[in-house]
C-alpha cells in the first residue's frame, strides 16, 4: 500500500516525513550532494534541481523497515565533490522536519 506525502508515493509503513536542504555558503543549492543516514549504509542523491532529499524512513542493510518516529535522532553525513562533508544529528518532531545543510568549499591545507 502507498501513500501521498508532500507530493511524494511513498510506502504505508511510512513514519514522519523529514526533508534536508544542502546549499553552498551563497545559500545556492548544491545538487551534487549526496546523503546518508547513520543505519542504512546507503548514500542517496538530492534532487538534481532543488537539492532537497525527503525520507519517511530508512531500510537498513537487514532490510527491516524503520520509519523516522517523533523523538528519534536522526544522524546524518552529507558529501559533495569540492565541498567539506558535514555530519549533523537532528532530533525528529512531528512535522515541519526541514534541515538545512551549508556546505564549505574544501580546503586546500
Known sequence: MM???????????????????????????????????DGEGEAHRVHGETALWTATGIVPPDQ??????????MKIQVRAEGFDPASLAYVIRKKKNHVRVILHQESNE
Do not use: N, R
Open 3 to 37: 501513500m501521498l506525502v508532500s507530493s511524494l508515493l511513498v510506502p504505508a509503513w511510512a513514519g514522519v516525513p523529514v526533508t534536508v536542504e544542502v546549499l553552498d555558503e551563497s545559500d545556492a543549492p548544491v545538487t551534487t550532494a549526496t546523503i546518508e543516514v
Open 64 to 73: 527491516v523497515e524503520q520509519p523516522f518516529e517523533k523523538g528519534q535522532l
